[in-house]
C-alpha cells in the first residue's frame, strides 16, 4: 500500500526557509491524486497548507499563498514544501498526505489518505 | 474561506456511551464532509468520508450522518480505543479546511 515519509530539518531559524520533502513508496506520485501538505502547531488543530498534481499544477492555502511554494519531482516519487520568512508561529508538526480521488455515484470525492507520521519543525534560534 | 466549526471542544465519556459529535460549516458542502482519527502523537487517519462512507477496517460502531451544512459523527458504543480527538474536514472547495477538533476522554 502507499506509505508517505516526511524528511527535513527539525530546526528553523527565524526569517528562514523551511523545507521539507516527503517520499511516496508502494504507489506512483503519477496516479490521479493530488498531494497536499499539512501542518498543526503543538496542541492546536489541522491546517492545510497546499496541494500538488504530478503535472505541477497546485493549490495554496491563501493564508500561507504569498510565502509558500510545492514542488514535485516525479523521478523520484517526492513532493516537497518550501516556507519562507518563518516565525515561531510556523513552529508546528508537518504532515504530507495523498489527496485520494474517488468518484462515487458519478461524484468526484476527495480525501486524506494516508498521511505520513509527520515531522516537527521548530523555528528557534 | 469555509469555516468548519465543531462541537464540543471535548467531551468526557465512559466505555459503552453513545457520543455524538456534530460539525457546521459556514455555507452548504453538500455531503464533502470527511472525518478522521487522531490519537496522541499519531498522524490522523481517515474513519469516514463523503459524510457516511465508513473507510475500510473502521469498526461500524461509527456513523456519520448530514448534508448542507451540518453533520454528525456518532459512535454508538465507546471503546477504550476511541478516546482520541476527531476532526471534521471540508472538501468541497480549497481551501480545504477543518474543524477545531472534538476531543474524546475517559470520564
Known amino acids: 500500500q502507499v506509505q508517505l515519509q516526511e524528511s527535513g530539518p527539525g530546526v528553523v531559524k527565524p526569517s528562514g526557509t523551511l523545507s521539507l520533502t516527503c517520499t511516496v513508496s508502494?504507489?506512483?506520485?503519477?496516479?490521479?491524486?493530488?498531494w497536499s501538505w499539512v501542518r498543526q502547531p503543538p496542541g492546536e488543530g489541522l491546517e492545510w497548507i497546499g496541494e500538488?498534481?504530478?503535472?505541477?499544477?497546485?493549490n495554496y492555502n491563501p493564508s500561507l499563498k504569498s510565502r509558500v511554494t510545492i514542488s514535485v519531482d516525479k523521478s523520484k516519487n517526492q513532493f516537497s514544501v518550501k516556507l519562507n520568512s518563518v516565525t515561531a508561529a510556523d513552529t508546528a508538526v508537518y504532515y504530507c498526505?495523498?489527496?485520494?480521488?474517488?468518484?462515487?455515484?458519478?461524484?468526484?470525492?476527495?480525501?486524506?489518505?494516508?498521511w505520513g507520521q509527520g515531522t516537527l519543525v521548530s523555528v528557534s534560534s | 474561506d469555509i469555516q468548519m466549526t465543531q462541537s464540543p471542544s471535548s467531551l468526557s465519556a465512559s466505555v459503552g456511551d453513545r457520543v455524538t459529535i456534530t460539525c457546521r460549516a459556514s455555507q452548504s458542502i453538500y455531503t464533502y464532509l470527511n472525518w478522521y482519527q487522531q490519537r496522541p502523537g499519531k498522524a490522523p487517519k481517515v474513519l469516514i468520508y463523503a459524510t457516511s462512507t465508513l473507510q475500510s477496517g473502521v469498526p461500524s460502531r461509527f456513523a456519520g450522518s448530514g448534508s448542507g451544512a451540518d453533520f454528525t459523527l456518532t459512535i454508538s458504543s465507546l471503546e477504550p480505543e476511541d478516546f482520541a480527538t476527531y476532526y471534521c474536514q471540508q472538501s468541497y472547495t480549497t481551501p480545504l479546511t477543518f474543524g477545531g477538533g472534538t476531543k474524546v476522554e475517559i470520564k
Open positions: 498526505a495523498r489527496n485520494l480521488r474517488i468518484t462515487m455515484s458519478g461524484v468526484l470525492r476527495n480525501w486524506f489518505d494516508p
Open positions: 500538488i498534481y504530478h503535472s505541477g499544477s497546485t
Open positions: 508502494g504507489g506512483s506520485i503519477s496516479s490521479n491524486n493530488w
